[in-house]
């Protein structure tokens, strides 16, 4: 398996876990606490470093789940709505 097919292959197994309703929720989850619509700034540079790192991980799952602009903003206002629902069909 070349690296090309162990990427893809990688791919595929987040869109299984993604795009799942629990999926959903974990990564709804994972935006909020990664920061991923706020800023990573502290005064700490240990701290900002930490909160990028974590926002980063954020950014690599929605980059491999290939979710584009629209539907991003469509779950993201769904959840702003019901923010104790985190049922993000």
Known sequence: ????????????????????????????????????????????PYIAAHNEGARTMVIRIINLLEMDESKLKTMMSEQRKNPYDYNIA
Do not use: I, Q
């Not at 990427?7 to 197994?13: I, P």
């Not at 799942?20 to 989850?29: I, M, P, Q, R």
């Open 1 to 44: 398996m070349d690296n090309t097919e162990k990427y893809l292959e990688n791919v595929r197994r987040y869109k299984a876990v993604f795009e799942t309703e629990k999926g959903k929720e974990v990564l709804w989850d994972l935006m909020k606490a990664g920061g991923y619509t706020s800023s990573t700034f502290n005064e700490n």
